[in-house]
């Protein structure tokens, strides 16, 4: 098994930046053998998306939308996936949920909240 947790959710104005954490814990084997780590969204009303994801210790991936604004990131001493943001917009706002991937598997974090206003 393994748990995720997110933080550094919160409110932002426009053209500012975030970073949000993610500590994984859990079975040691299993952490070691996932497949990939990365980061989702969700706003009410629509599908979860694809933000940005690692495989490996570097091949990354990212949405067209957040591509050259938000990087992600990976401590895999601690144990710790990061997404820098920046350059936030108003579109940006949403829930945003940790992933971890292992073959079939899908773990998934609680989720923080990002609010871009002004």
């Known amino acids: 098994q393994v748990q995720l947790a997110e933080s550094g959710g919160g409110l932002v104005q426009p053209g500012g930046f975030l970073t949000l954490s993610c500590q994984v814990a859990?079975?040691?084997?299993?952490?070691?053998?996932?497949?990939?780590l990365g980061w989702y969204r969700q706003v009410p009303g629509k599908q979860r998306e694809l933000v940005a994801t690692?495989?490996?210790?570097?091949?990354?991936k990212y949405a067209d939308s957040v591509q050259g604004r938000f990087t992600i990131s990976r401590d895999t001493d601690e144990n710790l996936l990061y997404l820098r943001m920046n350059g936030l917009t108003v579109e940006d706002t949403a829930v945003y949920y940790c992933?971890?991937?292992?073959?079939?598997?899908?773990?998934w974090g609680q989720g923080t909240q990002v609010t871009v206003s002004s």
């Open positions: 690692v495989f490996g210790p570097r091949m990354k």
């Open positions: 859990g079975n040691v084997d299993e952490i070691s053998m996932l497949d990939s």
């Open positions: 992933n971890c991937h292992r073959r079939t598997t899908d773990y």
